[in-house]
């Protein structure tokens, strides 16, 4: 047993249930799947959990800037202004 499981992981909802696009809620960068299945996860699953929403706020800012720079990426360059700007990103 790692250490990392010996504590309780608390939750990343911050209260803004919306969904994007992509389908990950807007206030924790959660899929459905990990929003309902939250409770069920042990520790390890959900702290691995918190890493892949942390990667997600990582990949939305930077293709934000990459936009604001005039870069294009065409794969990711959906360009979505309605999207608000997420109150965890002073997290990262």
């Known amino acids: 047993m790692e250490q990392s499981e010996l504590f309780e992981a608390p939750s990343p909802c911050i209260g803004?249930?919306?969904n994007s696009p992509k389908g990950y809620c807007k206030g924790c960068m959660r899929s459905r799947d990990e929003r309902f299945g939250w409770?069920?996860?042990n520790t390890?699953?959900?702290l691995q959990v918190m890493k892949l929403?942390?990667?997600?706020y990582?990949?939305?800012i930077e293709r934000k800037q990459a936009r604001a720079n005039g870069e294009v990426n065409l794969e990711l360059n959906f360009p979505d202004p309605s999207e608000p700007?997420?109150?965890?990103?002073?997290?990262?």
Do not use: F
Request: a positive charge; hydrophobic letters at 25%.
């Open 16 to 18: 803004v249930c919306e």
């Open 39 to 41: 409770h069920e996860m």
């Open 44 to 46: 390890g699953e959900q």
């Open 53 to 56: 929403c942390a990667r997600r």
């Open 58 to 60: 990582q990949r939305v």
């Open 85 to 92: 700007k997420s109150p965890q990103s002073n997290l990262l």
